[in-house]
């Protein structure tokens, strides 16, 4: 292989990019190539690659032996690779990373309070908003000594905590709203929700989550995230932005509506809702707009001037404190009947068990929350791993939040994942190292210390208003929808049964169905791929689609075929059907004209014979007439026109030949095949087609399926004279072909390295090599 200018026979080809191709151009690279080499099928080229018969993978034995073994060095990297906090933090630079750390973490610790996953979103859970604080504490240092990620902010997420509402609001009674007492089961009413969550029906839920998580880590499934896709992800983000939305409304207008559960519930909710509206508290709107108001106009100068300013303005701190204040000193919760946060405890209570009875009841949702919660977190450290040039490892992220999770519920914590706008903050402020989280967990503990009853007269109007601010981000998902229609429908419509699944049957069954629809789209996908016949592009070696590409020639009496996907069992009998219709050749008919042909050939042989065998003995017994020594001379009628249209012959024998001649005659005399037998078999398909290439370079595996249908069409086709080949199959699926026995039906010298050697083998067989000298030489 060389790169030249002028190669000494022949032309070089020139290195085309997609684009030249689609336009037709040539030349718009200026490397050229050439290539000279001999023809190779696969018997051939394990001779010229030297392949070898040996397998450089151990075998499961040494596998499980090699991981049993046991020395300090292996135990030392078992350690650092479960706790990474060993690792990183003894080679922490507090000259690089202090500053910026000790900045993000004041600023993320702030967010914390009134926004995500603190006050406000405790709410979306029906949890008192104490439990959200607790959240932002526990999780945060378990994630700085087992995370991966030197720049998520754990926490709760919207999504995460509707869904942990839906499952607390099931599990509870209706007559009041929990908070925790020293027991950590006393009770307090709610005006607004009417509703009651016990510590004890929230435990159960996020160490059942994490329990799952550190399954999954520890059995290295990191991978499962990657079966939801982007618009998955998206539409089921935007699915849950709606439920929360709604779930805020009651607070906003000051209603109280029904509390509806399973499929349809958002909209009996919105339904009750409206039924409700004239029972609207004056007050509450007010409150609402002003603050939603102030929140809008205050986030869009952050965004239109987030490169100017050091630090976003906390505006949630300063509403959250301003809307305290004014409601405490003008008494708005007494006169006006405002809902407000009410007690918040002061300091930390000590740890619980989860109730395990409950596990059944919650399996599948924290399988949900579980898998959810992952997909978020990795997708964001991912995200930030590869902008910043360190790797984040799936499964230890799956560890670290099954532990996040897990300790977190023995403290009255609730399911938690990464924030986005969180993690923005602690990296647009400098933020390198998960440092950052132990400065903002500081923050917490002494606002759950010493600051959270200052805090009591909170309006949870204003709460509400930051959630729903703060779901702006998600809401411009729909943008999806014009964006996927343009671009690929199959994700749109991905999205589109995503968001409705997840709108009508909540988000633990919708997700669920959005999973399983996503799947069936991977597998029509493959069922119902694209086939082509190629052509080729003259002057290359290069074989395109020729109803894509206009200068993709087919070679006369070639075809060759190509499928987009895979063959296996679901698209087996798929490709076979689209074989035979794109290349014009049904089987089963030619093979049903060959029988007829052969049959009836079978017939006019079996009548000439017996004729021919007449014939020889009639001249046979006329001979015997004649007198003994005498030459004689026998002259058959000449009209008489055997069925094959050849005239009968006239032979002359001296009587002393005449019964070995005879006898060589009588059954001889009408050859094996009939006149013209060969151009008869090149016309068996009708079309001048002689030869089919089976292009096969985007199948990956193959399954028994694929190999009994291969073998069936090198059958079949032979059977009405048609040579198959196969053309640029990786080594693997050669690999398993040969394990599979195929090539003890079909010789190894039927499969080719490209479709180039397949097609010049064949017309040098042929005798046509000067059709397609060489591509890359004469052409």
Same mark, same amino acid.
């Given at each position: 292989f060389s790169t030249c200018n002028q190669p000494e026979k022949g032309k070089a080809?020139?290195?085309?990019?997609?684009?030249?191709?689609?336009?037709?151009?040539?030349?718009?690279? +200026?490397?050229?190539?050439?290539?000279?080499?001999?023809?190779?099928?696969?018997?051939?080229?394990?001779?010229?690659?030297?392949?070898?018969?040996?397998?450089?993978?151990?075998?499961?034995?040494?596998?499980?032996?090699?991981?049993?073994?046991?020395? !300090?060095?292996?135990?030392?990297?078992a350690l650092l690779s479960w706790v990474p906090v060993l690792h990183w933090l003894p080679r922490y630079s507090i000259r690089e990373n202090a500053v910026g750390d000790l900045i993000s973490g004041c600023s993320v610790g702030i967010m914390h309070l009134p926004q995500e996953p603190g006050m406000a979103y405790a709410l979306l859970a029906s949890l008192p908003p104490v439990f959200g604080l607790y959240t932002s504490l526990y999780p945060v240092l378990v994630y700085f000594i087992f995370g991966t990620s030197r720049h998520v902010s754990l926490g709760t997420f919207a999504v995460i905590?509707?869904?942990?509402?839906?499952?607390?609001?099931?599990?509870?009674?209706?007559?009041?709203?929990?908070?925790?007492?020293?027991?950590?089961?006393?009770?307090?009413?709610?005006?607004?929700?009417?509703?009651?969550?016990?510590?004890?029906?929230?435990?159960?839920?996020?160490?059942?989550?994490?329990l799952f998580q550190i399954l999954l880590g520890v059995l290295r499934f990191g991978f499962v995230v990657t079966y939801l896709s982007e618009p998955l992800v998206r539409g089921y983000t935007t699915g849950s932005a709606c439920?929360?939305?709604?779930?805020?409304?009651?607070?906003?207008?000051? #209603?109280?509506?029904?509390?509806? %559960?399973?499929?349809?519930?958002?909209?009996?909710?919105?339904?009750?809702?409206?039924?409700?509206?004239p029972e609207t508290k004056v007050p509450e709107v007010i409150v609402s707009v002003l603050a939603l108001a102030v929140l809008i106009v205050v986030k869009e100068l952050n965004a239109c001037y987030r490169k100017k300013l050091p630090l976003p303005i906390p505006i949630e701190l300063i509403v959250v404190i301003a809307a305290t204040i004014i409601t405490h000193f003008c008494d708005?919760?007494?006169?006006? &009947?405002?809902?407000?946060?009410?007690?918040?405890?002061? !300091?930390?209570?000590? +740890?619980?068990?989860?109730?395990?009875?409950?596990? +059944?009841?919650?399996i599948g949702d924290t399988i949900a929350v579980a898998i959810v919660g992952y997909a978020i977190n990795i997708s964001l450290g991912k995200t930030f791993a590869l902008k910043y040039g360190y790797k984040v490892d799936s499964n230890q992220e799956l560890v670290a939040l099954g532990l996040s999770n897990t300790i977190g519920g023995l403290f009255q914590c609730y399911s938690v994942t990464s924030s986005l706008s969180r993690s923005l903050v602690q990296e647009s402020t400098g933020g390198k190292t998960q440092l950052a989280g132990v400065v903002s967990s500081i923050i917490v503990l002494v606002t759950v210390l010493k600051l959270g009853p200052l805090f009591e007269d909170l309006p949870k109007a204003v709460l509400s208003t930051i959630v729903l601010v703060n779901l702006k981000g998600m809401f411009k998902q729909f943008m999806d929808v014009p964006m996927?229609?343009?671009?690929?429908?199959?994700?749109?419509?991905?999205?589109?049964?995503?968001?409705?699944?997840?709108?009508? *049957?909540?988000?633990?069954?919708?997700?669920?169905?959005?999973?399983?629809?996503?799947?069936? %789209?991977?597998?029509?996908?493959?069922? *119902?791929?694209?086939?082509?016949?190629?052509?080729?592009?003259?002057?290359?070696?290069?074989?395109?689609?020729?109803?894509?590409?206009?200068?993709?020639?087919?070679?006369?009496?070639?075809?060759?075929?190509?499928?987009?996907?895979? #063959?296996?069992?679901?698209?087996?009998?798929?490709?076979?059907?689209?074989?035979?219709?794109?290349?014009?050749?049904?089987?089963? /008919?030619?093979? %049903?004209?060959?029988?007829?042909?052969?049959? /009836?050939?079978?017939?006019? =042989?079996?009548?000439? &014979?017996? =004729?021919? =065998?007449?014939?020889?003995?009639?001249?046979?017994?006329?001979?015997? &007439?004649e007198q003994s020594g005498t030459a004689l001379h026998m002259t058959v009628k000449p009209g008489y026109r055997l069925s094959n249209g050849r005239e009968n012959w006239a032979y002359q024998?001296?009587?002393?030949?005449?019964?070995?001649?005879?006898?060589?005659h009588g059954d001889d005399a009408i050859p094996a095949h009939p006149p013209h037998a060969d151009e008869e078999k090149g016309m068996t398909c009708g079309?001048?087609?002689?030869?089919?290439?089976?292009? #096969?370079?985007?199948?990956?595996?193959?399954?028994?399926? %694929?190999?009994k249908t291969l073998?069936?069409?090198?059958?079949?086709?032979? =059977?009405?004279?048609?040579?198959?080949?196969?053309?640029?199959?990786?080594?693997?699926?050669?690999?398993?072909?040969?394990?599979?026995?195929?090539?003890?039906?079909? +010789?190894?010298?039927?499969?080719?390295?490209?479709?180039?050697?397949?097609v010049l083998h064949i017309l040098h067989k042929m005798g046509r090599a000067d059709y397609l000298f060489v591509s890359t030489f004469a052409m």
């Open positions: 080809r020139q290195v085309l990019s997609s684009a030249a191709l689609m336009d037709g151009q040539r030349g718009s690279l +200026p490397m050229e190539y050439f290539v000279r080499r001999e023809v190779l099928d696969e018997a051939r080229l394990d001779e010229v690659g030297q392949k070898q018969t040996w397998s450089t993978k151990p075998s499961l034995g040494e596998r499980v032996k090699e991981s049993l073994r046991c020395s !300090g060095q292996r135990l030392k990297q905590s509707i869904m942990i509402g839906s499952v607390t609001e099931r599990m509870a009674p209706d007559s009041n709203f929990v908070v925790n007492g020293t027991n950590g089961t006393e009770t307090l009413d709610s005006c607004c929700s009417g509703r009651v969550q016990s510590p004890d029906s929230v435990r159960p839920t996020p160490s059942l989550t994490g439920h929360v939305c709604i779930s805020q409304l009651k607070y906003l207008f000051g #209603i109280s509506p029904a509390r509806f %559960t399973g499929p349809l519930s958002l909209i009996y909710t919105l339904v009750d809702l409206c039924k409700l509206l708005l919760g007494t006169q006006y &009947k405002i809902s407000v946060v009410g007690e918040i405890p002061s !300091g930390l209570k000590a +740890p619980l068990a989860p109730d395990v009875s409950l596990f +059944p009841q919650i996927l229609l343009k671009s690929n429908k199959v994700d749109l419509l991905v999205w589109l049964v995503t968001f409705t699944c997840t709108i009508l *049957l909540n988000l633990d069954l919708g997700l669920a169905v959005a999973i399983g629809f996503s799947m069936l %789209t991977v597998i029509f996908r493959t069922q *119902l791929p694209t086939y082509s016949i190629l052509g080729n592009v003259s002057g290359t070696d290069l074989y395109l689609d020729t109803d894509a590409y206009q200068t993709a020639r087919e070679i006369p009496g070639i075809k060759i075929f190509r499928s987009s996907a895979t #063959i296996y069992y679901t698209n087996a009998e798929m490709y076979l059907e689209a074989l035979q219709e794109k290349s014009g050749i049904d089987v089963g /008919k030619l093979l %049903t004209e060959k029988k007829k042909r052969d049959s /009836k050939l079978k017939r006019k =042989q079996k009548k000439e &014979k017996r =004729q021919a =065998q007449k014939e020889a003995k009639r001249a046979k017994k006329e001979a015997e &007439k024998h001296d009587t002393a030949d005449s019964d070995s001649d005879m006898g060589s079309s001048g087609t002689h030869s089919i290439i089976l292009d #096969i370079s985007t199948t990956n595996f193959v399954d028994m399926v %694929t190999v073998k069936n069409i090198f059958r079949d086709f032979g =059977q009405v004279d048609l040579d198959v080949y196969l053309a640029g199959g990786q080594a693997c699926v050669v690999e398993q072909l040969e394990t599979a026995n195929f090539f003890s039906d079909v +010789p190894k010298s039927k499969m080719f390295v490209t479709v180039h050697d397949a």
